[in-house]
């Protein structure tokens, strides 16, 4: 007996939701310059800032999220981290911080600042910075945003498919910049 993965994009997907928070807006060199909600950021395709939070476990796998079917961009995608926008007037530790905390439960233990990267695809234009956090514990997933977790080795993460370009992106430049390696 086969056993297929269920592939979201054949199902009729359910209305995103927007949440209705105010955005930290960046021009094109990542100099704040205002704030939006977060409807008008996705509309008008605003720069903002994001957090990206690459977890990884004992045995150097990956923490990746299988994102709710509700989510108001790539819904039911995989994301090789967690995190999301920086509210307006955030900064973007305290950005990571949260969403670690909101998406996976994972609260107290240390982030590590790894580097920034500019996305600009697909109408997205963001700042990320990108943190790592070793943790070993148990994961208590956020309804609202994250369907399901898993944890996987570097080379299998990467080569999945239905990855969010955005977190696709942070984890390769991590490992091209040396952060991330088959060996910790």
């Known amino acids: 007996m086969t056993v297929t993965a ?25 100099r704040p310059c205002g704030s939006a909600s977060r409807a008008l950021m996705r509309r008008y395709q605003f720069w903002h800032r994001a957090t990206y939070v690459v977890v990884r ?4 796998e990956l923490c990746v999220q299988r994102r709710t079917l509700t989510k108001e961009v790539f819904p039911g995608g995989l994301d090789l981290a967690a995190g999301g926008v920086v509210g307006a007037g955030e900064a973007v530790h305290v950005a990571a911080r949260r969403e670690l905390a909101e998406e996976l439960g994972i609260d107290g233990v240390a982030l590590r600042p790894a580097m920034e990267f500019r996305h600009a695809r697909g109408g997205n234009h963001i700042y990320g910075s990108i943190f790592l956090v070793d943790y070993d514990g148990a994961l208590t997933l956020q309804a609202e945003e994250v369907a399901d977790a898993f944890w996987c080795p570097l080379d299998e993460a990467l080569a ?7 977190t696709r992106q942070a984890v390769e430049a991590l490992v091209q910049a040396g952060w991330l390696g088959r060996e910790r």
């Open 6 to 30: 269920p592939t979201y994009r054949d199902e009729a997907l359910p209305a995103p939701r927007v949440a209705e928070e105010r955005i930290q807006l960046v021009d094109s060199r990542n």
């Open 160 to 166: 999945l498919l239905d990855v969010t370009p955005d």
């Open 57 to 60: 476990n004992g045995r150097s």
